[in-house]
């Protein structure tokens, strides 16, 4: 049976109606096509305005055997709303995802780095390679601003507005935001530019792109991932980092350092307050802090 269509029509809806980024979509997509494949593989022939609950169920609990439970959730909540935009357009009358179960996943506290450590990461970077200076300047964006990876590769010449202190971050679903940013981020972004990025030869229609590869394109988030793993294997620093790991670590230090949560909030681009309280976790140490300075029976 051929899912196309239907499938191609649902990315038009996420896309124009919901205005989800390029990459919400692909994971939406990836979700369904998984199911796609798994009724291939298992001569099933079904469309998706037929298939019902037995069938779906028999396709997480192949998935529950080759992912983590936060993964399996995932792709659970990517088949509801696909089911839901098949009922929403009049395809069917039922979505055969109700009564199927999510698992529990708990709540995931985050790896962070403290400054010391992201002083090391950044301070082995080689400032004498022909991408020393960007790799600096994109390590002090990420951390400086909390960005995510996709909001830092895709950030714009005309983005920064340094004279009033702050770049404008366009996010998730294409939401914009400006986020301040210190002399520190401000002072290494402009290294970059007047000693490296002024030498590339920038391909067409890349010209205010920040952040460019060797070749005068635009980074992969994939590249920056393996510059950052390749950092934390070089200073030995045994954690599982990866750019997120900065955004964590901005909002945790912040938090620490007497921010309140909504302008966290504000600067993460999060919609939800409960959000931001995952990404930006309390450990014991700090909250006997807090206690202790607050408190009128400390």
């Not at 088949?79 to 929403?88: E, M, R």
């Not at 670590?249 to 921010?259: C, K, Q, R």
């Not at 504000?266 to 976790?281: D, N």
Request: hydrophobic share 35%; with cysteine.
């Amino acid at each position: 049976m051929n899912w196309n269509p239907y499938i191609k029509s649902y990315q038009s809806y996420l896309r124009i109606e919901r205005g989800l980024s390029k990459n919400t979509m692909d994971n939406y997509s990836f979700d369904i096509e998984r199911l796609c494949l798994f009724l291939e593989e298992n001569a099933i022939a079904v469309s998706p305005l037929k298939i019902g609950e037995e069938t779906i169920q028999q396709f997480i609990y192949s998935v529950s055997k080759e992912v983590n439970p936060r993964s399996q959730a995932r792709i659970i909540s990517g088949l509801k709303s696909f089911f839901s935009y098949l009922i929403f357009e009049d395809y069917r009358s039922d979505n055969p995802m109700e009564l199927i179960e999510t698992p529990k996943t708990g709540r995931k506290l985050p790896d962070t780095l403290s400054v010391d450590e992201i002083d090391v990461l950044i301070s082995a970077i080689d400032l004498s390679s022909n991408e020393g200076e960007r790799n600096r300047a994109m390590l002090e964006t990420l951390y400086g601003c909390g960005l995510r990876v996709s909001e830092l590769v895709s950030l714009k010449i005309s983005d920064l507005f340094f004279e009033e202190g702050f770049v404008k971050i366009t996010g998730k679903g294409n939401k914009q935001r400006f986020v301040p940013v210190g002399s520190l981020t401000q002072k290494y972004i402009h290294i970059y530019k007047d000693s490296q990025r002024i030498h590339l030869n920038v391909k067409k229609g890349q010209e205010d792109t920040l952040f460019l590869n060797r070749r005068g394109g635009q980074l992969s988030r994939a590249m920056v991932f393996t510059i950052i793993k390749d950092l934390a294997s070089k200073t030995a620093l045994h954690k599982n980092i990866s750019p997120h790991t900065l955004r964590h670590s901005f909002a945790t230090h912040l938090l620490e350092n007497g921010a309140d949560l909504r302008s966290i909030q504000l600067m993460l681009g999060h919609e939800s307050i409960t959000t931001t309280e995952i990404y930006v976790h309390l450990d014991r140490k700090f909250l006997t802090e807090v206690m202790n300075t607050f408190h009128p029976r400390k």
